[in-house]
Each structure stands twice: as C-alpha cells, then as structure tokens.
C-alpha cells in the first residue's frame, strides 16, 4: 500500500511569512495526526483528526496554527506568521480503526530565518 | 511534564554485540508501548510493541521487555548490525485517549564494525 505523503519536503522562510503543509494518509485510515519534532526532542502532538472532526488539539498554538482535513482524507497545516522556533521537522501520520501504532510520512523540514 | 523519558542522548557498540535502549515513563495508566526506528530524513518507522500485560515481545533480533513495577522498558538488540544505527524512539500510548502516542526524546545509537 502507498504510505502517508507529505509535501514539500523543505521549507525555508523569514519569520513572520506564513508556510502550509500537506499531508496524504493512507488510503482508508481514518485517523491522522500532525507532529512537530524539534531537533535533539521527540515528535510532540500538535493535532489529530478522526475523519473531518478534531479529537485533540491541545497542544496546538491556536493563534498562529492551524489545521483542517478536508472531506476527511487530505489535511493542510498552516503557520500564521511563523516564528524562530517554529523550526522543525513536521510530522504526518496515520492510524486505521482500532490499532496502536501509526504510519508516519517522510516530515517538512521547516527552517524559519 | 515529560511522561516518557529516554535518558541517554546516544549509545556506541560493536557489530554483533547486544544493544540495549532504555525508557521510563510516569504514567502508570499507560497501555501499550511502542518502539519507532528513525533514519535522517525520513519519517520514524514503527519496530515493535507490548502491551502492558505482558512483559515480553520478541521478533527477530528485537525484543522489548515491561517492568510496570519500576515504570520502565527496553528494547533489545541482538546481534546488532550496522544498518541498525538510527535514533530510536519509546512511545507510550493511553487507549482511551484514541491512540494518541507519547514519545520520548530519542536515543541514537551507532554499530560499529
């Protein structure tokens, strides 16, 4: 099967500028997940989504982030405007019905300036 | 609140020696636990679980062991190969949080041959 698509693979933008990233789960999985990873730490839950609906985005820094999912297949994730340490690698994953454990896209590399 | 602790940054052994990764958690509510390999630049690629009412979880060269009573699991290597240097990363999980993971910080851990 195809695995979790990210898009793009790099970024780099001056802080303030606004940045979105793509993500396609696989085919199926209802759950999907947005992780931000910072260098020298482990992925940190920003957002999880099942289907179109959030189930948790307490972590989330809701006036600058934002995500949706839309149709609950495809899902963008938008940083208005982007700070220094917004600078990580975000993660994309999904899960199917009633399993532990993920699928994780290849990430963004976000570089912030 | 860091839920799930990794406490060595890296780890260095021999091709064909045991490797043996660390990770403590607080959170005794936890109900499974997973392991994720992580190369540069890709995304972390699931490696192997446990459940907490079991104690041991082996396939192939990899196996994970719970210890509920010190809080504390880890993944062993045997016999380590060089293809096996990645960052590997602990992740616990509460079912009725709908599957969200909590990662530890990471361990990087280099074969040598």
């Known amino acids: 099967e195809a695995g979790v698509a990210q898009s793009p693979r790099y970024k780099i933008i001056e802080k303030r500028q606004s940045v979105a990233f793509w993500c396609n789960p696989i085919s199926g999985h209802a759950t999907l997940y947005w992780y931000q990873q910072i260098l020298g730490q482990g992925p940190k839950l920003l957002i999880q989504?099942?289907?179109?609906?959030?189930?948790?985005d307490s972590q989330l820094p809701k006036d600058r982030f934002s995500a949706e999912r839309l149709k609950g297949v495809d899902s963008t994730l938008k940083i208005q405007p982007a700070k220094l340490e917004d600078s990580a690698v975000y993660l994309c994953?999904?899960?199917?019905?009633?399993?532990?454990?993920?699928?994780f896209g290849s990430g963004t590399r976000l570089t912030v300036v | 609140d860091q839920q799930v602790k990794q406490n060595s940054p890296s780890l260095s052994v021999q091709e064909g020696r045991i490797s043996i990764l660390n990770c403590d958690y607080t959170?005794?509510?936890?109900?499974?636990f997973l392991w994720y390999k992580k190369y540069p630049a890709e995304g972390p690629t699931f490696l192997i679980s446990?459940?907490?009412?079991?104690d041991k979880n082996e396939d192939g060269r990899f196996t994970v062991f719970l210890n509920k009573s010190a809080k504390h699991l880890s993944l062993h290597i045997v016999p380590s190969q060089p293809g096996d240097s990645a960052v590997y990363f602990c992740?616990?999980?509460?079912?009725?949080?709908?599957?969200?993971?909590?990662f530890g910080q990471g361990t990087e851990l280099s074969v040598k041959p």
């Open positions: 989504f099942q289907n179109n609906g959030v189930v948790d």
């Open positions: 446990i459940s907490s009412i079991k």
């Open positions: 959170n005794s509510m936890f109900d499974y």
């Open positions: 994953a999904s899960s199917g019905q009633g399993t532990y454990g993920y699928t």
């Open positions: 992740a616990a999980s509460l079912y009725n949080q709908g599957g969200k993971l909590i």
